[in-house]
């Protein structure tokens, strides 16, 4: 019998990106945007467009760039919020709307301060401005999971009449137990009399660690669209985990009656990606893409896998994208060698000026090491894609950090400001922090910085140090990356970079706000 299929729905740019500091820029939508669609996921919830002009052009960007993923944008169920929803996504190849209305007793009397039948109007507005632009509309009741199931089945059976699509339960305070929650889905396609109308989603939130266990109890009751992220990145204790669903479901075929489509060996550099984005770094023992998933440490695991894989794996590491570090290119690799390995990786540079400039960013780092690998070319075009598309204000030209037992260590650099030479030098209580305050000698911003973390690309010590730092400002929050086999080189690019989004005049507020 031919199994179902379960579609799997991000949204690590629209819910991901509500965790405090987790905020992206339109290019950082579209690397992530096209690593999504290189996996296969099935629909790409890309923004909130109504949330800013910001994020209304990266929504927009992706829907672009996307064909063969829905695009998908979220909006309240105002008209305001719909249409700038519909506009965002009309270039898309599919694009769908996504609205949503609070239906627990608690969101309604409190925070819409409205009367139930009220919300129904509305919703039913919403979806009707909704089909103005597409025939592919999602409606969430906010906060399912503490509703009263007949207010639940009375508002999805009229959102269904005006024309939804696709129904997804949220359990938006991460309230529900597994059997509680497969048992509301199960009611709510029995007592819904158009239930067979729609696809069932699922939403579910991490606060008592239960989001993809509720996510998979209510697929065994009848979902067959999931809504996660990759990491599990999302408001507070974040949204159930991608891979996490994806694995589960894949490794026990025997329990579910569905599957997805998605390239499971794209997970490990999804994971990656959206952790550089935006700093949040991956716990080693998490699930899957922690550094530790496949790791065996003591000697009966290790003796038994020597003897046979399954004894202790019930999953390969390389099916979910691990060791797929393959030396690609070395110093002597000419340009097309380049070209090619990027093409195969999904990355089109168009212009043969951006070219050049990736390709001799890619001499340059082949000059320092030996073995390139798809990571290190990743990085490689991130980096130029920043400099592409932010206009940058302040540059790195170049600098000198020293550090040596028993003397203060300090920083010397030369940076540009708005294309002006400046020098700057400073001590500090180590080469990263000199280099932070000798930049701050010519920035002078004030910002504040919240976060500094670095990671290491591949592996070896000759490897790149990929840096986050995150900065506050005036209540703002961005991302720096800068990558480098000199971490204290790296985090000068990573402060700089981090500089130069606070001084972007494109207006990007979290959606929270
Ligand atoms: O958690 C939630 O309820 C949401 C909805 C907007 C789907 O994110
Ligand atoms: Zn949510």
Redesign the pocket.
Known sequence: MAREHLIIFD?TMR?GEQSPGASMTKEEKIRIGRQLERMRVDVIEAGFPAASDGDFAAVQAVARTVKDSTVCG?ARANENDVRRCGEAVRGAASPRV?T?IATSPIHMEKKLRMEPSQVIDQAVRAVKWAREYTDNVEF?P??AGRSDIDFLCRIIEQVIKAGATTI?V?D?VGYTLPEAFGGLIRTLRERVPNSDKVIWSV?C?NDLGLAVANSLSAVLNGARQV?CTINGLG?RAGNAALEEIVMAVRTRQDMFPCETRIDTTQIVPASRLVSGVTGFPVQPNKAIVGANAFAHESGIHQDGVLKSRDTYEIMRAQDVGWNANKLVLGKLSGRNAFKTRLSELGIVIESEEALNAAFKRFKDLADKKHEIFDEDLQAIISESEHDEVINEHFRLVSLLAHSETGVLPFARLVMTDAGREMRAESAGSGPVDASFKAIENVAKSGAELLLYSVNSITTGTDAQGEVTVRLSKGGRIVNGQGADTDIVVASAKAYIDALNKLQSKLERVNPQV
Do not use: Q
Request: glycine share 0%.
């Open positions: 949204t819910d979220l996504h949503f969430s906010e906060d997804n949220p938006t939403h939130h809504e408001e």
